[in-house]
């Protein structure tokens, strides 16, 4: 189904029997979290402190706790509104705009804020239904027609209460919940078994690589600069990711945010390496990466492009796991301490990076390494494939259940004999 034409008053197709009441008609409390700075009222003692949620702990139908802010008690007894009951739906208002999670039992008792605060009727609304189908790919679509603002997008409280709900019978909405969250409980599953053998592969990493005691080369003895230019102006914008790689930048960023002229602009083949100098995710001396993805593409010039040299280098494959393990990171903080940033860019210059140097071992032996680790990457590799493939799953699921082209077999709850 497009989700092109949907908005906030218009559903799409649904179960007819649905109902379809405001946001605002069908909840005790409508309101947003603290506004202001907490900073003043913040503290780091977690034992007598109030646990304090912030969009960053709102994840699509979970609470992440894993960092937490804490405030004073003094500040949780004057802001009464803020705190926080088990079944409350916290809505994002900036950031991840409408990404929705219930207070769970051990966030109860919270303060929070800026995010909206959604207590919903227990006798008509099931609080894990209204998540998830706000974080659905529907109810993602159409919170997007109450975005406000240019620079920094969000959503008002006022706004989201004028947000229809697709209610079925509340014993419905519970079986439905129910379904949804043993998908998602198939899917923290396989999260979790990612991210254990992402774990295990990093250490088995630094073991092959943590100890060479084979000969060192400088990288300017296996390596070229590459600094061709992008002739034309034409050319795909790339951008350094730390989980994915060289990938396109509109994908990345949801948007081109390279310059209107490119011409200056360095042009990469498959193949080839690039090195950001600046913060990636889990890198925080920024990552060497090689283009696999594409034949082209260009990036800017902040970046170190190089390639190998076949008769010199070592393999491929073991160089970019070499750079994955953070073979050069000790190297690459040498020459560019904290206090040596430049906008945000490390202080390391292309004589400092090629400069550089890594111990090469016989090709017998990175062969052999090569099996070993390709074996787990592989294995990572499955796993990812199963993730994609259970959370495409539960959005076909979700798709199908919400606009009535599947049912589930639900019969009303009986009436006990003492309530007739």
């Known amino acids: 189904m497009s989700t092109e034409r949907l908005t906030p008053l218009h559903l799409g197709p649904y179960p007819a029997e ?12 409508l309101t947003n979290g603290f506004v202001g700075s907490s900073l003043p009222h913040q503290t780091e003692n977690s034992e007598t402190g109030i ?21 004073t ?18 809505v994002v208002q900036s950031g991840h705009i409408g990404t929705a999670a219930v207070v769970t039992d051990e966030a109860a008792g919270s303060n929070c804020h800026a995010v909206i605060i959604c207590r919903f009727k227990p006798r008509i609304v099931d609080p894990n239904f209204a998540s998830q189908y706000l974080n659905s790919q529907i109810g993602q679509a159409r919170l997007r027609g109450l975005h406000v603002g240019s620079s920094l997008p969000h959503i008002n409280t006022s706004e989201l209460g004028r947000f229809k709900l697709p209610l079925p019978p509340l014993h419905e909405q519970r079986k439905l919940a129910q379904l949804w969250v043993t998908w998602d409980t198939a899917i923290q599953k396989t999260e979790q078994l990612i991210a254990a053998k992402e774990q295990s592969t990093k250490a088995l990493m630094k073991r092959v690589f943590g100890k060479c005691s084979y000969p060192r080369c400088r990288l300017s003895e296996f390596t070229r600069r590459v600094t061709r230019k992008n002739v034309g102006g034409d050319g795909h914008p790339l ?22 002229k490119t011409e200056h602009y360095t042009l990469l083949k498959r193949g080839e390496y690039a090195y950001n100098k600046s913060y990636s995710a889990g890198y925080p001396l920024g990552a060497i990466k090689r283009l696999d993805a594409r034949d082209d593409g260009i990036v800017s010039t902040l970046y170190l492009c190089f390639a190998l040299d076949e008769s ?18 000790h190297q690459i903080y040498q020459v560019a301490q904290e206090g040596a940033r430049n906008h945000g860019l490390l202080n390391v210059t292309a004589d400092d990076f090629f400069s550089m140097t890594m111990p090469i071992p016989p090709r017998d032996v990175q062969e052999r390494v090569l099996n070993v680790l390709g074996a787990a990457m592989r294995e990572l590799s499955l796993l990812n494939d199963q993730l994609a493939a259970v959370r495409s799953q539960k959005r076909g699921l979700m798709q199908k259940l919400l ?10 709850p009986q009436r006990q004999h003492g309530n007739r």
């Open 312 to 329: 010199k280098a070592p393999i491929s494959d073991y160089f970019a796991y070499f750079c994955e393990a953070g073979g050069f990171n």
């Open 51 to 71: 646990r304090y949620l912030q969009g960053f702990n709102v994840r699509p139908n979970k609470l992440d706790l894993a960092r937490t802010t804490w405030v």
């Open 403 to 412: 606009t009535g082209h599947w049912r589930l077999p639900v019969s009303a």
């Open 18 to 29: 649905w109902k379809q009441p405001y946001i605002y008609e069908i909840t005790d409390l």
């Open 73 to 90: 008690h003094d500040f949780h007894a004057k802001n009464r509104k803020s705190q926080l009951r088990e079944g409350d739906v916290l």
């Open 239 to 260: 951008t350094i990711s730390g989980v994915d790689g060289l990938v396109s930048q509109s994908h990345y960023f949801g948007k081109r945010i390279a310059a209107a």
